[in-house]
T-cell receptor
């Protein structure tokens, strides 16, 4: 049963620290998405990639967030420096070529103190 | 303006009751897709259904059914004979042509609580 995996599942850090979240998309999926979920804003798209190329990162605060796909099996979302307002659940999702459904990982719950 | 509106923030029902979750969307595209996802307490989002804008046939899958009405821009989700395991947050989402149907715009979700 193929699933998107995310690490870590939980992260507590102090303001100013760097945070790196990792995602392993489902093997063979060529589209990868990063979402952030908060109570106030709900689910927001941060960035997405197709065939490892970034297609849209307009939802991401550019000064502190960065997203990359070093290879087809790994996507990373980095926050540097982190701030308390970054506290949220960050989801990664992947989708196969030509398909519309996105399959979500379990999320990383980030708390910035 | 919200593109996907789920006006019901929280619904509480007793097991075996039927419940309908509302979703109203807004788009200028003639071709678009609508989705429902379920987020159980474990946190993972689970895909339930996808509909395209040209297919207004209602769909039934077991206890789940979906009513798509283009005239009212609504895509409502009904659970028949609800069960405690249906307790979750349910999200409606829209995918539009401008994004190449690549991105999803989610509603704020409806939390469904089914009590025994």
């Amino acid at each position: 049963d193929a699933r998107v995996t995310q690490t870590p599942r939980h992260k507590v850090t102090e303001m100013g620290q760097e945070v790196t979240m990792r995602c392993q998309p489902i093997l063979g999926h060529n589209t990868v998405f990063w979402y952030r979920q908060t109570m106030m804003q709900g689910l927001e798209l941060l960035a997405y990639f197709r065939n490892r190329a970034p297609l849209d990162d307009s939802g991401m605060p550019k000064d502190r967030f960065s997203a990359e796909m070093p290879d087809a099996t790994l996507a990373t979302l980095k926050i540097q420096p982190s701030e308390p307002r970054d506290s949220a659940v960050y989801f990664c999702a992947s989708g196969p070529e030509g398909a519309l459904e996105q399959f979500f990982g379990p999320g990383t719950r980030l708390t910035v103190l | 303006a919200q593109k996907v509106t789920q006006a019901q923030t929280e619904i509480s029902v007793v097991e075996k009751e039927d419940v309908t979750l509302d979703c109203v969307y807004e788009t200028r595209d003639t071709t678009y897709y609508l989705f429902w996802y379920k987020q159980p307490p474990s946190g993972e989002l689970v895909f339930l259904i996808r509909r395209n804008s040209f297919d207004e046939q209602n769909e039934i899958s077991g206890r789940y059914s979906w009513n798509f009405q283009k005239s009212t821009s609504s895509f409502n989700f009904t659970i028949t004979a609800s069960q405690v395991v249906d307790s979750a947050v349910y999200f409606c989402a829209l995918s539009e042509a401008w994004s190449g149907y690549s991105t999803l715009t989610f509603g704020k979700g409806t939390m469904l609580l089914v009590s025994p």
